[in-house]
């Protein structure tokens, strides 16, 4: 299945090893362990947007995940209706951390009120180098603060 991810620091995250699993809604209950998946930049059927396949990987395991911006929250669960357990402390850094997150605080930040499934790979196999991979990183920072210089500019040439 298409695992698609719309922001480079995933993408550099995954293939350096950081990010090891993802969060997704999965209403039809279709990511079951041992399924292929193709990890994309970007959607593929959106081709104006040019995104591109990065690599491949395998379902290792799925479980559940409740996030909860509002009460700084997070629970796991191995199954429906099961017991959950709770993420405190280092714990919930960690999460964080290997969600691709630089914080607890932008990961709740990026969920908002969450339920879905955690999904862990193996088998990692990059098609994309890590160079490539890196140059597009960088690239697009370097753009959002060329933009941002841009628009300081544009607003100090009106007030003058």
């Known amino acids: 299945m298409i695992l698609s991810f719309n922001n480079h620091q995933f993408e550099h995250r995954i293939?350096?090893?950081?990010?090891?699993?993802?969060c997704r809604e999965d209403k039809h209950d279709r990511w079951k362990p041992g399924m292929k998946i193709h990890m994309w930049y970007g959607n593929p059927r959106n081709v104006k947007k040019e995104p591109y396949h990065f690599a491949n990987a395998i379902v290792d395991k799925v479980d559940y995940v409740w996030i909860s911006e509002k009460h700084q929250t997070l629970f796991t669960f191995k199954d429906l209706g099961g017991s959950a357990t709770l993420i405190?402390?280092?714990?919930l850094d960690l999460f964080a951390h290997q969600d691709g997150f630089r914080s607890k605080?932008?990961?709740f930040k990026y969920f908002g009120e969450f339920s879905g499934k955690?999904?862990?790979w193996k088998d990692l196999e990059p098609i994309k180098s890590y160079s490539d991979i890196n140059e597009s990183y960088l690239f697009d920072e370097l753009e959002k603060?060329?933009?941002a210089v841009q628009t300081f500019i544009n607003k100090r040439n009106v007030h003058k």
Do not use: V
């Open 118 to 120: 955690r999904i862990y």
């Open 15 to 22: 293939i350096d090893g950081t990010k090891i699993f993802t």
């Open 88 to 91: 405190l402390g280092s714990d």
């Open 145 to 147: 603060i060329n933009n």
């Open 105 to 107: 605080e932008a990961m």
